[in-house]
């Protein structure tokens, strides 16, 4: 059993090309074709707050431990 083509125009439609594909350009692409930011990369840093931030809490672990190590001299002297 042969099926018909209800619609006789379909054989006829712009733009396909023998065979039944589309040429380039005819339809929009289904997904961007470039990956990725655009423009010229931009260096981030996070400049010296991080390493203040280090030097602030080694500071205070410095003076814990000698406050310590202190008592600790006080108490047995």
Do not use: C, K
Not at 31 to 55: A, D, F, N
Request: glycine share 14%.
């Amino acid at each position: 059993m042969t099926s018909q083509n209800p619609d006789p125009l379909e054989n006829n439609l712009t733009g396909l090309e023998p065979g039944g594909g589309v040429p380039p350009g005819e339809t929009p692409p289904g997904e961007g074709s470039s990956v990725g930011p655009h423009g010229p990369r931009i260096r981030e840093t996070r400049g010296y707050v991080q390493y203040l931030w280090i030097l602030m809490i080694a500071v205070v672990v410095i003076f814990v431990l000698l406050f310590f190590v202190g008592a600790m001299l006080a108490i047995l002297n």
